[in-house]
C-alpha cells in the first residue's frame, strides 16, 4: 500500500524567510506521479505542481521550487522569501500510475504560518 | 479554473437521516472522486468513478455509497448518517491524459 508522511504538522515563520515542507512516500509501483496541493485558509484545494516518477529534475516557479529525490524517496517544497499570502496548509499527495485507479493517497498537511 | 460545483455546501443533519451530496462538472471529465477531510487525516479516499455507471470503492467506503447516471453528475450517498461522518467532502475530477485533480469546493456536513 501507498503512503505519504509529512512528519511537519505545523512551521511557523516571519515574513520573507525561507521554509522548506518534507514529504517522504512509499509505493510498490514502478510509474506513478506526486503532487503538491495548498489549501488557503477559505479551504479550497489549489493544485500547485505535478512531478513523474521518471522525471528528477527539480523544477522552479517563482518563489516556489520541488526536490524530487527517488533515492530518498522525498519530495520536498521550498518557498524561498514567504510572504504572508503562503499561509495555507500544504498537502503532498501520491497517485499510482499502475493500477490505473489515479486515486491520490494525502498525506497529512503542514500547516505553514507566515508572521509579518 | 475546473467548472466543478458542489451541493449544498453545508449541511446540518440528524443522525439515521439519509444525505445525497451531489458533484456537478462542466469538463467532461471521465475520471470522478469523493474524499472527505478530517483532522489530522489529510484527505482520505471514500468512492471513485471512471466512467458513467462505473464506480469503485476507496479506502473509507463504509457507510457511503455512489452513484454515475451521467458523466457530469456524481452523487455521494449517507444512508444512514452518523456523528463520525462528520466531515468536509470534496468532489475531485480528473481528464484523460494527466493525473492532477482539480477539486470542487467542498461541503462541510455536520450530523447532529
Known amino acids: 500500500a501507498q503512503k505519504v508522511t509529512q512528519a511537519q504538522t505545523e512551521i511557523s515563520v516571519v515574513e520573507k524567510e525561507d521554509v522548506t515542507l518534507d514529504c517522504v512516500y512509499e509505493t510498490r509501483d514502478t510509474t506513478y506521479y506526486l503532487f503538491w496541493y495548498k489549501q488557503p485558509p477559505s479551504g479550497e484545494l489549489v493544485f500547485l505542481i505535478r512531478?513523474?516518477?521518471?522525471?528528477?529534475q527539480n523544477e522552479i516557479s517563482g518563489r516556489y521550487s520541488w526536490n524530487f529525490q527517488k533515492s530518498t524517496s522525498s519530495f520536498n517544497f521550498t518557498i524561498t522569501a514567504s510572504q504572508v499570502v503562503d499561509s495555507a496548509v500544504y498537502f503532498c499527495a501520491l497517485s499510482e500510475a499502475d493500477t490505473g485507479r489515479r486515486a491520490l493517497t494525502f498525506g497529512s498537511g503542514t500547516r505553514l504560518q507566515v508572521q509579518p | 479554473d475546473a467548472g466543478i460545483t458542489q451541493s449544498p455546501r453545508h449541511k446540518v443533519t440528524e443522525t439515521g437521516t439519509p444525505v445525497t451530496l451531489r458533484c456537478h462538472q462542466t469538463e467532461n471529465h471521465r475520471y470522478m472522486y469523493w474524499y472527505r477531510q478530517d483532522p489530522g487525516h489529510g484527505l482520505r479516499l471514500i468512492h471513485y468513478s471512471y466512467g458513467v455507471k462505473d464506480t469503485d470503492k476507496g479506502e473509507v467506503s463504509d457507510g457511503y455509497s455512489v452513484s454515475r447516471s451521467k458523466t457530469e453528475d456524481f452523487l455521494l450517498t449517507l444512508e444512514s448518517a452518523t456523528s463520525s461522518q462528520t466531515s468536509v467532502y470534496f468532489c475531485?475530477?480528473?481528464?484523460?491524459?494527466?493525473?492532477?485533480?482539480?477539486f470542487g469546493p467542498g461541503t462541510r456536513l455536520t450530523v447532529t
Open positions: 475531485a475530477i480528473s481528464g484523460p491524459y494527466s493525473y492532477e485533480q482539480y
Open positions: 512531478r513523474n516518477s521518471f522525471d528528477e
